[in-house]
């Protein structure tokens, strides 16, 4: 429901005057239930409402032990944010565009939604159809083995949003924008990962200013945080530790409330503790800080 931007997080139910005011019938709405209700039975086997939205029930499965930390639900899609007990509506938070989605709990998910492996992955779907199908192996090591900061592009231009040539695309964006142009297929995944942090950490500095709120960690979670080249790179950006894993986070965050409601775990603290002690979860901690720092005004002159 709070996805809809017809959910007032104040009250906790419908905002009827919004939807008054843009003539939609409310008589169509159901109840809001929370996460974790029993709404019937199928087959005899009790059916259990999870946080609906795929990230809410990724964001439960967060392996952690501590309150200071944000989260990254990592995909095509990447989706950084704040667990927060209320939801932070304010002048500051609409300028920064971010949104606060309903949690497990009665949480908020204050969150903004930022361009993922996207662009990585349309850069590997033309390489491939050029005759250089690149494993993952491949593009780390080519990645590792470019000159770092040649060029940064702005994850979220509108550019980047259709499929297709997307090496051409960055090539073009680097023209436009005054900087050198990437000029390797190496190069250019060096160019996308790296901008790719650095966005992150413009992001999380939005949400730490908007919230309040000391950030000593941060989570990556869902399919991309496999992805070790990027994880790295992420905790060099943001300057702090990065922990990886759970890789099927929603599916477990889903299995987590279905087991709480059934008695079976205690409640998300007990359940993020078990998981904190998974062999799955990767710790990377910040290298080379000095030249991230020295070349982020650089990505940032980009987004003015």
């Known amino acids: 429901a709070s996805t809809m931007q017809l959910y007032n997080p104040t009250l906790g139910d419908w905002d009827r005057d919004i939807m008054d005011a843009v003539g939609i019938p409310t008589d169509l709405l159901t109840p809001i239930l929370a996460p974790g209700t029993r709404i019937g039975q ?5 059916v259990i409402l999870p946080a609906c939205h795929d990230t809410g029930s990724a964001v439960v499965a967060v392996p952690t032990t501590t309150e200071n930390y944000a989260y990254l639900s990592s995909g095509t899609w990447s989706l950084l944010g704040l667990e927060l007990d209320e939801a932070i509506i304010s002048d500051a ?4 565009n971010v949104t606060n989605e309903g949690g497990y709990g009665g949480t908020f998910r204050l969150l903004k939604n930022i361009m993922g492996l996207w662009v990585a992955d349309q850069c590997r779907a033309t390489w491939a159809a050029q005759g250089n199908d690149y494993s993952f192996a491949q593009l780390t090591a080519m990645v590792e083995g470019a000159a770092p900061f040649k060029a940064f592009i702005e ?4 550019s980047f949003l259709p499929p ?3 090496p051409a695309r960055i090539i073009d964006f680097c023209r436009r924008s005054g900087q050198a142009i990437p000029e ?3 190069e250019i995944m060096a160019t996308v990962y790296i901008s790719l942090a650095y966005k992150y950490r413009y992001v999380l500095e939005q949400l730490i200013e908007v919230s309040g709120r000391a950030v000593d960690r941060l989570h990556i979670i869902g399919g991309g945080s496999r992805n070790t080249l990027l994880n790295q790179m ?3 950006a943001i300057g702090r530790p990065v922990i990886a894993g759970p890789a099927e986070a929603t599916a477990t965050g889903n299995a987590i409330v279905q087991l709480i409601a059934i ?3 205690g409640g998300v603290t007990e359940s993020r503790a078990l998981l904190s002690q998974s062999a799955e ?3 990377y901690e910040p290298q080379d800080s000095a030249s991230w720092d020295d070349n982020y005004p650089r990505f940032c002159a980009l987004l003015d």
Request: aromatic fraction near 8%; glycine fraction near 10%.
């Open 42 to 46: 199928y087959q005899g086997i009790d």
């Open 93 to 96: 938070s609409y300028q920064a």
């Open 155 to 158: 994850p979220d231009d509108p």
């Open 164 to 166: 297709g040539d997307m």
């Open 184 to 186: 390797s297929d190496a």
């Open 234 to 236: 992420t905790a060099n």
């Open 263 to 265: 008695g079976e775990l």
């Open 281 to 283: 979860n990767r710790l």
